[in-house]
Protein backbone atom coordinates (compact mmCIF):
# COMPACT_ATOMS: atom_id res chain seq x y z
CA UNK A 1 0.00 0.00 0.00
CA UNK A 2 1.67 3.40 -1.14
CA UNK A 3 0.47 5.97 1.42
CA UNK A 4 1.79 9.63 -0.07
CA UNK A 5 1.41 12.95 1.49
CA UNK A 6 0.38 16.19 -0.53
CA UNK A 7 1.71 19.23 0.75
CA UNK A 8 -0.32 22.56 -0.93
CA UNK A 9 1.49 25.30 -1.06
CA UNK A 10 2.21 28.78 -2.81
CA UNK A 11 3.77 32.53 -2.43
CA UNK A 12 0.18 34.01 -3.27
CA UNK A 13 -1.36 34.01 -0.18
CA UNK A 14 -3.91 37.40 0.55
CA UNK A 15 -3.03 37.66 4.00
CA UNK A 16 0.55 36.84 4.19
CA UNK A 17 2.20 36.68 1.25
CA UNK A 18 5.50 34.56 0.79
CA UNK A 19 4.82 33.40 3.81
CA UNK A 20 5.63 29.64 2.72
CA UNK A 21 9.22 30.55 2.66
CA UNK A 22 9.59 33.38 5.37
CA UNK A 23 12.34 31.98 7.61
CA UNK A 24 12.35 30.45 11.50
CA UNK A 25 15.61 29.87 12.78
CA UNK A 26 17.16 29.98 9.48
CA UNK A 27 14.62 27.79 7.83
CA UNK A 28 11.88 28.38 5.41
CA UNK A 29 8.70 27.56 6.69
CA UNK A 30 8.06 24.85 3.92
CA UNK A 31 11.25 23.32 5.08
CA UNK A 32 9.91 22.56 8.81
CA UNK A 33 6.98 21.68 7.70
CA UNK A 34 8.52 18.46 5.87
CA UNK A 35 11.09 17.89 8.38
CA UNK A 36 8.75 17.51 11.08
CA UNK A 37 6.54 15.76 8.40
CA UNK A 38 9.11 12.86 7.59
CA UNK A 39 8.98 11.39 10.81
CA UNK A 40 6.11 9.90 9.62
CA UNK A 41 6.51 5.85 10.02
CA UNK A 42 3.54 5.84 7.75
CA UNK A 43 4.20 7.89 4.92
CA UNK A 44 6.19 6.61 1.63
CA UNK A 45 6.75 10.11 -0.06
CA UNK A 46 6.13 13.67 0.70
CA UNK A 47 4.90 15.79 -2.37
CA UNK A 48 4.37 19.42 -2.36
CA UNK A 49 2.51 20.82 -4.90
CA UNK A 50 2.44 24.39 -5.80
CA UNK A 51 0.42 26.28 -8.94
CA UNK A 52 2.67 26.28 -12.27
CA UNK A 53 2.89 29.78 -12.77
CA UNK A 54 6.13 32.31 -12.55
CA UNK A 55 4.75 33.74 -9.11
CA UNK A 56 5.53 30.75 -7.49
CA UNK A 57 8.79 30.17 -9.38
CA UNK A 58 11.01 30.87 -6.17
CA UNK A 59 8.99 28.58 -4.31
CA UNK A 60 9.87 25.80 -7.46
CA UNK A 61 13.50 26.45 -7.29
CA UNK A 62 13.77 26.84 -3.87
CA UNK A 63 11.99 23.24 -3.53
CA UNK A 64 14.13 22.06 -6.49
CA UNK A 65 17.34 23.31 -4.91
CA UNK A 66 16.57 21.12 -1.30
CA UNK A 67 15.79 17.79 -4.04
CA UNK A 68 11.94 17.67 -2.73
CA UNK A 69 9.66 15.97 -4.63
CA UNK A 70 7.88 19.01 -6.57
CA UNK A 71 4.34 18.56 -8.80
CA UNK A 72 2.64 21.85 -10.21
CA UNK A 73 -0.49 22.24 -11.43
CA UNK A 74 -3.81 24.53 -11.09
CA UNK A 75 -3.36 27.57 -9.28
CA UNK A 76 -7.23 27.94 -8.63
CA UNK A 77 -8.57 24.38 -8.93
CA UNK A 78 -6.79 23.00 -6.36
CA UNK A 79 -8.64 19.86 -6.29
CA UNK A 80 -7.31 19.10 -9.79
CA UNK A 81 -3.70 19.78 -8.70
CA UNK A 82 -3.80 17.70 -6.01
CA UNK A 83 -5.53 14.84 -7.45
CA UNK A 84 -3.25 14.77 -10.62
CA UNK A 85 0.05 15.14 -7.80
CA UNK A 86 -2.10 11.67 -6.16
CA UNK A 87 -2.19 10.10 -9.85
CA UNK A 88 1.01 10.79 -10.75
CA UNK A 89 2.93 9.17 -7.83
CA UNK A 90 0.46 5.98 -7.95
CA UNK A 91 -1.10 6.46 -4.41
CA UNK A 92 -3.46 4.13 -2.91
CA UNK A 93 -3.71 6.27 0.07
CA UNK A 94 -3.45 10.42 0.54
CA UNK A 95 -2.62 12.48 3.21
CA UNK A 96 -3.48 16.33 2.98
CA UNK A 97 -1.56 18.61 4.57
CA UNK A 98 -1.71 22.80 3.67
CA UNK A 99 1.97 24.74 3.53
CA UNK A 100 0.93 27.13 6.39
CA UNK A 101 1.00 24.12 9.54
CA UNK A 102 4.88 23.71 9.75
CA UNK A 103 3.51 22.62 13.24
CA UNK A 104 2.21 19.23 11.95
CA UNK A 105 2.40 16.57 14.50
CA UNK A 106 3.36 13.10 12.54
CA UNK A 107 2.18 11.13 15.23
CA UNK A 108 -0.86 12.93 14.84
CA UNK A 109 -1.17 11.68 10.99
CA UNK A 110 0.07 7.96 11.13
CA UNK A 111 -2.74 7.70 14.12
CA UNK A 112 -5.10 9.02 11.74
CA UNK A 113 -3.68 6.52 8.75
CA UNK A 114 -4.07 3.82 11.29
CA UNK A 115 -7.22 4.54 12.08
CA UNK A 116 -8.62 5.26 8.53
CA UNK A 117 -7.50 1.26 7.15
CA UNK A 118 -8.94 -0.45 10.47
CA UNK A 119 -12.54 1.26 9.92
CA UNK A 120 -12.07 0.35 6.10
CA UNK A 121 -12.99 4.49 5.26
CA UNK A 122 -13.07 6.40 2.54
CA UNK A 123 -11.72 10.02 4.51
CA UNK A 124 -11.22 10.67 8.05
CA UNK A 125 -10.27 13.88 9.41
CA UNK A 126 -9.29 15.53 13.03
CA UNK A 127 -10.27 18.93 11.91
CA UNK A 128 -14.35 18.55 11.47
CA UNK A 129 -15.33 20.05 14.17
CA UNK A 130 -11.88 21.08 15.25
CA UNK A 131 -10.81 20.14 18.46
CA UNK A 132 -7.03 20.07 17.94
CA UNK A 133 -4.97 23.09 17.84
CA UNK A 134 -5.53 25.15 14.72
CA UNK A 135 -2.59 24.41 12.77
CA UNK A 136 -2.40 20.53 13.71
CA UNK A 137 -5.15 19.76 10.80
CA UNK A 138 -4.53 16.53 8.74
CA UNK A 139 -7.20 14.86 5.93
CA UNK A 140 -6.54 11.30 5.01
CA UNK A 141 -8.12 10.06 1.64
CA UNK A 142 -8.36 6.86 -0.28
CA UNK A 143 -7.13 7.53 -3.66
CA UNK A 144 -11.00 5.54 -4.98
CA UNK A 145 -12.25 8.07 -3.27
CA UNK A 146 -10.14 11.15 -4.44
CA UNK A 147 -10.72 10.42 -7.96
CA UNK A 148 -14.55 9.82 -7.28
CA UNK A 149 -14.66 13.15 -5.42
CA UNK A 150 -12.25 14.20 -8.46
CA UNK A 151 -15.30 13.06 -11.55
CA UNK A 152 -17.97 14.63 -9.26
CA UNK A 153 -17.09 17.57 -8.62
CA UNK A 154 -18.78 20.86 -10.36
CA UNK A 155 -18.69 23.68 -7.65
CA UNK A 156 -15.66 26.49 -7.75
CA UNK A 157 -15.94 26.01 -3.76
CA UNK A 158 -15.51 22.66 -3.52
CA UNK A 159 -12.53 22.62 -6.25
CA UNK A 160 -10.70 25.45 -4.22
CA UNK A 161 -11.44 23.60 -0.88
CA UNK A 162 -10.81 20.09 -2.10
CA UNK A 163 -12.41 17.64 0.69
CA UNK A 164 -15.46 19.86 0.96
CA UNK A 165 -17.01 17.98 -1.34
CA UNK A 166 -16.86 14.30 0.01
CA UNK A 167 -17.47 15.70 3.68
CA UNK A 168 -20.77 16.93 2.56
CA UNK A 169 -21.76 14.16 0.09
CA UNK A 170 -23.56 10.83 1.26
CA UNK A 171 -21.24 9.15 -1.31
CA UNK A 172 -18.57 8.94 1.01
CA UNK A 173 -17.71 6.59 3.83
CA UNK A 174 -15.84 9.42 6.43
CA UNK A 175 -15.23 9.62 10.06
CA UNK A 176 -14.34 12.05 12.05
CA UNK A 177 -11.45 11.99 14.89
CA UNK A 178 -12.18 14.79 17.95
CA UNK A 179 -9.40 14.90 20.59
CA UNK A 180 -10.76 14.16 24.22
CA UNK A 181 -9.37 17.97 25.06
CA UNK A 182 -11.10 20.77 23.36
CA UNK A 183 -7.58 23.14 22.10
CA UNK A 184 -9.65 24.31 19.35
CA UNK A 185 -9.42 28.19 20.41
CA UNK A 186 -5.92 27.97 20.07
CA UNK A 187 -4.02 29.08 16.69
CA UNK A 188 -0.33 27.41 15.35
CA UNK A 189 -1.11 27.70 11.94
CA UNK A 190 0.79 30.62 10.16
CA UNK A 191 -1.93 32.62 8.34
CA UNK A 192 -1.20 36.25 9.52
CA UNK A 193 1.74 38.22 10.52
CA UNK A 194 0.81 37.67 14.28
CA UNK A 195 0.41 33.91 13.56
CA UNK A 196 4.30 33.54 12.54
CA UNK A 197 5.24 35.12 15.47
CA UNK A 198 3.72 32.83 17.70
CA UNK A 199 4.99 30.10 15.62
CA UNK A 200 8.47 31.67 15.43
CA UNK A 201 8.85 31.80 19.44
CA UNK A 202 7.57 28.12 19.68
CA UNK A 203 10.07 26.57 17.49
CA UNK A 204 12.85 29.14 19.06
CA UNK A 205 11.31 28.01 22.30
CA UNK A 206 11.79 24.29 22.01
CA UNK A 207 15.33 24.06 19.95
CA UNK A 208 17.31 22.45 18.46
CA UNK A 209 14.32 20.13 19.37
Request: glycine share 2%; charged share 30%; aromatic share 10%.
Amino acid sequence: MRIIAIVTARLTSKRLPGKTLMKILGKPIIELLIKRLSYSKKINKIIVAIPKNNKNKKLKLFLEKKNFFLFQGSEENVLKRFYSAAKHYKADIVVRITGDCPLVDSQIVDGLIKKLIKNKKDYITNANPLTYPDGLDTEIITFKALEKCYKSVTKSYDKEHVTTYIRNSKKFNVMYNQNKIDYSDQRWVVDEKEDFIVVKKIFEYFKPR
